[in-house]
């Protein structure tokens, strides 16, 4: 986990005059932090600026949302809806941005057509079917790219999803494992289409994603 240095905390209040400055941070390694809640281990976080101080601080998404803030940014004024969708516009643009630059790059190190045609079907789709998060994580896994392989969003609503990934090889189930939340891992479990390394468990409350990455090459989230 991520932990916060004893910098000085700001909770903001009515008197306050901060504003979005527009700058918002991929944490790629989800190590961020918020200044104003303390909430840890986050993706993004949102630059405001307190007007009268010229002091920045990177907050999370509730914070920003529901901080008493001027809500404008150049000179556009917006209702509290629009504030929400402006900062959900900005945040899935910064997402998919990322990840493109994460293909873009491993695409310079592997020579791969598998790799070339992932890249092809997140640009087009700006999400990843299971076949191909296993190709894209396994080759992060061996590249030295310090990035959580949870940037990605892989598709397992449906179960036709479900179904695919019973089909992919242990290799490629503990390669996209790490991206799927708990409730899901569960869920995969419960189905018996985990990896037969996490199916052997008798008791698993929650999944110890640090320890799967490992198992395929990952460092892990920063301790």
Not at 156 to 177: G, M, P, T, Y
Request: charged fraction near 30%.
């Amino acid at each position: 986990m991520h932990h916060v240095g004893n910098q000085q905390r700001h909770r903001p209040s009515d008197a306050d005059q901060w504003v979005f400055t527009g700058d918002v941070k991929d944490n790629s390694r989800f190590d961020g932090d918020c200044a104003w809640c303390e909430k840890q281990d986050l993706r993004l976080t949102f630059e405001v600026r307190q007007a009268k101080a010229d002091r920045a601080r990177h907050v999370c998404r509730a914070c920003i949302e529901r901080a008493p803030l001027r809500m404008e940014h150049e000179s556009r004024a917006f209702g509290v809806q629009q504030w929400r969708d402006y900062l959900s516009e900005l945040a899935v643009r910064l997402m998919h941005r990322t990840c493109r630059d994460v293909l873009r790059t491993l695409l310079t190190q592997i020579d791969d057509p598998a790799l070339q045609e992932v890249a092809v079907y997140f640009d087009r789709n700006v999400q990843l079917s299971l076949g191909r998060a296993a190709t894209l994580l396994l080759a992060l896994s061996h590249s030295q790219l310090e990035v959580d392989p949870r940037v990605f969003e892989v598709q397992i609503r449906s179960a036709a999803h479900k179904q695919e990934f019973a089909f992919l090889s242990d290799r490629e189930k503990l390669a996209v494992w790490p991206v799927f939340s708990v409730t899901i891992q569960k869920r995969l479990i419960s189905l018996g289409f985990a990896p037969s390394t996490i199916r052997s468990r008798p008791h698993v409350p929650e999944i110890p994603r640090k320890r799967d990455w490992e198992r395929v090459g990952f460092a892990g989230p920063p301790a």
